[in-house]
């Protein structure tokens, strides 16, 4: 098990409701998933937020941002807080 040195609080927009157990799936390939939850946003729309753990040496926040970008049902991301642990 990889040591984990950086907590990262993200929003992920969802496309649609439907989709957030297939996001939540794709941020468990990426990272570990400490926690989520799913929260209603404006104009109707999901918003998925949750703290990923990682290890620093797997890449930038660019790197993840970008990967978690392409996870089918993500509309946009937002990191809110970047923190070493």
Request: proline share 1%.
């Amino acid at each position: 098990m990889a040591e984990y040195n950086v907590a990262a609080d993200i929003k992920i927009f969802l496309e649609d409701a439907s989709k957030a157990d297939m996001v939540k799936k794709g941020l468990e390939k990426l990272a570990m998933v400490r926690a989520s939850a799913i929260e209603d946003g404006p104009f109707g729309i999901k918003i998925l937020r949750a703290t990923l753990l990682l290890n620093d040496e797997q890449g930038g926040m660019d790197a993840l941002e970008h990967k978690i970008s392409k996870i089918e049902g993500v509309s946009q991301i937002e990191v809110e807080n970047v923190t070493r642990v």
